[in-house]
């Protein structure tokens, strides 16, 4: 296998491997596509310059974004009522600052003649370092994590060690892997037995139980209103909100958990406070929690807030805020830009950085609002004191594209990391209950106003990953790509495959 030439053809390569790995997420699930894309970059990158790796490393980043968040357009023009040139231009705009952080790893120092080093360990320590990067550059954008892909394959037992990234970077040097047996050379075959042995090792992984069952399972009912944005940001939109919040929970009064979605009541508590008062009476008479999506105010400041209401206690305030979409970055310059900068939502403060779980159905449950979710830190701060997660969206914002279906299963690898089940309301798109293995057990379908009626069964303990995070990871990437990048000169010192460095690939 000869390593790929200069000009127009890798970049075009590069880009149509990019545009391949969201195939391997959800709604897809096709995997081997998202390890055969990955193999590619690495196949792509070797040998490279620093100049050239940072362009084809943008050319697969492109191809990445462009097909797996084009939902985003979805957004701005189809719910934020911009003219289709803005909202594309918005888009490609977001699309190429991702694609950039995408290949500031890869372009950071040249690749050239590290061969079987680079393939089985820089190409899988800068793969980690990136999504690293991505989790907090320009306040982060931990999307479309190569890890999401194998949420359904052995590999996903690595989860409650090393978390998403864990779990993408052993299929980064699988990948690695795989253009090493393909580039000849002795020793080609020990990592592809490594690669090979990782599967039945995960499988066994899956069996340990890192935590335990707290008690009972607790009934719960998920309301999912299916309100479009615009329906409920004006005094009728409210009041038909209210109705219908009402109409669906009815027959579900009586259940330990009953929640309502993402700014369920998109007003502050003062002013809805009859409503609320008569919610909290029926849910006490009930002996039920009732936990909802509201807009807190406090001191001139509005929060995306969740109160607990009738047999619980505790408030939250959402401390990850989508950029754009609930504040306004250089908003002296930007406020009254383009009318997708006004929305009445995009003004919102950051809760504190730390806040105790939610008591509800006798659980403490560690709670993400929408965009906090894909967060695999922010969730493991908390995740690790409580007995289930927590997570109320508002989908409804991706419209028909591959957004939900993309969250759900971040969601579900939340679950996975901590081995807690995840409770997810939302306003429309994807309502679900997810067990602690990752298994959704029940949903309702898109676009339906409805209730989900089941049970989630607390657990408490801690897994590795929500005890250290991703700080682990991180500093063996480091270390592995240091390795990568060392010059062996000492008589007798070898790093693995130094014995075939005169072989005609270097491999």
């Known amino acids: 296998m000869t390593l790929p030439g200069k000009g127009f053809a890798p970049l075009a390569a590069a880009l149509a491997g990019g545009a391949l790995l969201p195939l391997g997420l959800a709604p897809f699930g096709w995997w081997p596509l998202a390890l055969a894309s990955t193999a590619l970059l690495a196949w792509l990158l070797e040998g490279s310059s620093a100049r050239t790796a940072l362009a084809r490393g943008f050319c697969y980043g492109v191809g990445l974004f462009a097909a797996g968040v084009h939902w985003v357009y979805v957004s701005i ?20 600052l991702l694609a950039a952080c995408f290949a ?82 002795r020793w080609r075959l020990l990592p592809l037995a490594a690669v090979l042995a990782a599967w039945p090792a995960g499988a066994a992984l899956e069996r340990i ?52 979605p993402e700014t369920a009541i998109p007003a502050p508590p003062d002013e809805v406070a009859p409503f609320l008062s008569r919610v909290d009476e029926l849910a006490r008479a009930a002996g039920t929690a009732l936990v909802t999506g509201i807009v807190l105010r406090e001191g001139g400041r509005y929060y995306n807030g969740v109160v607990v209401l009738g047999a619980g206690d505790g408030s939250y305030r959402k401390r990850h805020l989508v950029p754009f979409g609930e504040y306004l970055p250089l908003d002296r310059w930007l406020r009254g830009l383009i009318r997708f900068f006004d929305r009445p939502m ?24 929408c965009y906090e979710i894909v967060f695999p830190d922010l969730v493991a701060r908390d995740a690790a004191a409580a007995q289930g997660i927590l997570t109320l969206s508002n989908d409804v914002w991706f419209g028909d594209s591959l957004g939900p279906h993309q969250h759900l299963q971040m969601a579900r690898m939340r679950a996975l990391e901590h081995q807690k089940p995840v409770v997810r309301a939302t306003n429309d798109g994807i309502t679900a209950l997810i067990d602690e293995r990752g298994r959704v057990v029940a949903r309702l379908p898109r676009f339906a106003a409805a209730a989900l009626k089941g049970e989630f069964r ?12 991703s700080r682990p990871l991180v500093v063996l990437a480091l270390v592995l790509f240091a390795l990568s990048t060392r010059r062996w000169s000492a008589p007798g010192r070898r790093e693995f495959g130094a014995r075939v460095a005169h072989s005609p690939d270097g491999s």
Do not use: M
């Open 77 to 96: 023009h189809h719910f934020g009522g911009e003219a289709p040139w803005i909202a594309f231009l918005l888009t490609a705009g977001l699309v190429a």
């Open 346 to 369: 995009s003004d919102f403060a950051a809760g504190p950085p730390r806040q105790a779980p939610l008591a509800a159905a006798g659980s403490a449950l560690a709670v993400a609002i």
């Open 209 to 260: 139980d890192w935590t335990r069952a707290a008690g009972p399972a607790r009934s719960v009912a998920l309301v999912q209103p299916a309100l479009l944005p615009q329906q409920k940001w004006d005094e009728e939109g409210l009041y038909q909100s209210l109705v219908r919040l009402a109409e669906l929970s009815a027959p579900h009064w009586g259940v330990d958990l009953l929640v309502w």
């Open 104 to 185: 500031l790893p890869f372009g950071a120092v040249p690749l050239a003649g590290r061969g079987g080093r680079f393939r089985l360990l820089g190409f899988p320590a800068l793969w980690l370092l990136g999504e690293w990067l991505r989790s907090w550059w320009l306040t982060g954008f931990p999307w479309l994590y190569l890890g999401y892909a194998f949420t359904d394959t052995p590999l996903a037992g690595f989860a409650p060690l090393g978390g998403v990234l864990g779990v993408g970077g052993l299929a980064a040097w699988a990948a690695g892997a795989l253009v090493h047996l393909g580039r000849g050379g």
């Open 458 to 469: 607390p657990r408490e303990g801690a897994t590795p990953y929500a005890r250290w995070g």
